[in-house]
């Protein structure tokens, strides 16, 4: 019973896992799909020659039909494949939109650790546009940046408070919280491999963070004059301000930033937060109609790249919906982003994404269409040039006229036996003479 569970509860972790991982796979194939046919069909020009050379030496009619239908048959469906692909990269010059605005997941944290105010202000650095977060609210009403359900991951709790390890993080009151380390675990741990590359000032500057508070982090932004994005956690049951935990963001929210730069993420209670501050931008996580999301003032929506949608980011922009994309750190994915329209994207590279001028990859339907055909026909002409040859030289046909045949000229021509070079010999022991009846007919190369 109990392996019977755990093998179902896998498979469906695995499952889950590797959906997400294949619909990746599927979007990488819309950048690198153009260059891997010419790949795959350049193979197939490389894999003629031992294809041919085997075909004409074999006996059976029947292996000579497996063979040459099997490569064949791979061929010219490799021939077929970019009439079934798609990608946003591929448009009519002059269609392209401007590069997707960057936006900080928990700042910079590939260079601070992550929602911490090293981490937001390397973002700002970098040439972020918005800065993306999550807030917790305090047992005394505090709103703090804190993106797990617990404390463990991100600070120094277990050396700190070792018996309260389990607690939602909500459970700390901000004097608690602020006897936490929110630094260490980045140099120690290393998420993304590039602590060993900070300077010692940077390195001494993570060693000491701690768990910032909603406001400290809103004066960052607003100092900036950056867009920001948060997600916002309701407190447990049992909690003193789980019921008003939007009212105090709010109160944060309109004490230290303009509401127009804020991207306003939580979905409950969206229209009475809507009645009270109608300038924050409401964003949803969600898609949904146009008309219900016109019905819930939406304008902005915030979306997993993998239902990343040139046509949806399309007719959501025809009625002023902006598309937010996460969590895209790779320049590839990346340029499919901008390709399909994005206005803007959360990402962990900001310092990466905003070095890039233009896209890895992007061409008009008539350079593909070119590429596609001339790869097609040159290599088809070089299979059947290829083919040719082993065809004539297994037959031994001269390839020039009045030239010996090939099995005259070719490599194994110098150990040629010709009759000339035939001694007979024949030997009995019991007779002296050897018998004319019965020669060995011994072959003997001369080569002076």
């Known amino acids: 019973m109990v392996t019977l569970v755990f093998s179902v509860t896998a498979t469906g972790i695995l499952s889950d896992v590797w959906s997400k991982e294949w619909k990746t796979l599927q979007l990488s194939l819309q ?25 004409f030496r074999m006996n059976k009619r029947v292996r000579q039909v497996v063979v040459l239908g099997l490569y064949l048959s791979v061929l010219f469906s490799l021939y077929l494949v970019p009439l079934g692909m798609y990608s946003p990269c591929i448009k009519e010059a002059g269609t392209l939109g401007p590069a997707p605005t960057l936006i900080g997941h928990r700042g910079a944290p ?32 505090v709103p703090f940046l804190m993106h797990d359900s617990t404390l463990r991951r991100t600070t120094n709790i277990a050396e700190v408070f070792p018996n309260r390890t389990h607690l939602d993080a909500s459970m700390f009151t901000w004097a608690e919280l602020q006897q936490l380390n929110a630094g260490s675990w980045f140099l120690s741990r290393d998420p993304f491999g590039t602590a060993s590359s900070l300077s010692e000032v940077d390195r001494s500057q993570a ?89 819930d003032h939406i304008s902005r929506l915030n979306l997993h790249y993998s239902t990343m949608s040139q046509q949806q980011i399309c007719k959501y922009q025809s009625v002023n919906i902006s598309t937010n ?30 070095g890039i001028s ?11 269409t070119l590429m596609w055909i001339l790869t097609d ?72």
């Open 31 to 55: 950048v690198t799909a153009p260059f891997l046919h010419v790949a795959a069909v350049s193979l197939m020009a490389v894999l003629s020659w031992p294809t041919a050379l085997h075909f």
């Open 207 to 295: 060693q000491n963070q701690s768990v910032p508070s909603l406001a400290q982090f809103l004066e960052v932004a607003a100092a900036s004059s950056k867009l920001v994005l948060f997600d916002l956690r309701r407190p447990p049951h049992g909690h003193p301000y789980r019921r008003s935990y939007i009212n105090t963001t709010l109160q944060v929210i309109q004490a230290h930033i303009n509401s127009s730069q804020v991207l306003w993420l939580p979905s409950e209670d969206r229209e009475l937060v809507y009645g009270l501050d109608p300038e924050l931008q409401q964003t949803s996580g969600l898609k949904a109609s146009i008309q219900q999301l016109t019905d």
């Open 110 to 141: 590939m260079l601070a650790p992550e929602n911490t105010l090293m981490s937001f202000e390397k973002a700002v650095e970098a040439g972020g546009e918005g800065l993306e977060t999550d807030v917790t609210i305090s047992y005394d009403g």
């Open 358 to 368: 233009k896209p890895l990859f992007l061409m008009s339907p008539e350079e593909y």
């Open 325 to 354: 994309l996460y969590v895209i750190s790779q320049p590839w994915l990346y340029t499919l982003a901008w390709c399909a329209g994005a206005q803007s994207v959360t990402t962990n590279s900001v310092h990466i994404l905003s």
């Open 377 to 448: 026909f040159v290599s088809a002409f070089l299979i059947f040039a290829i083919f040719t040859f082993h065809w004539w030289r297994e037959r031994g046909l001269p390839f020039v006229s009045g030239s010996r045949q090939t099995h005259e000229n070719g490599p194994y021509s110098k150990f040629r036996t010709d009759s000339a070079e035939v001694v007979c010999i024949g030997w009995n022991p019991l007779h002296s003479d050897p018998p004319a009846a019965a020669p060995i007919a011994l072959p003997l190369v001369f080569n002076p």
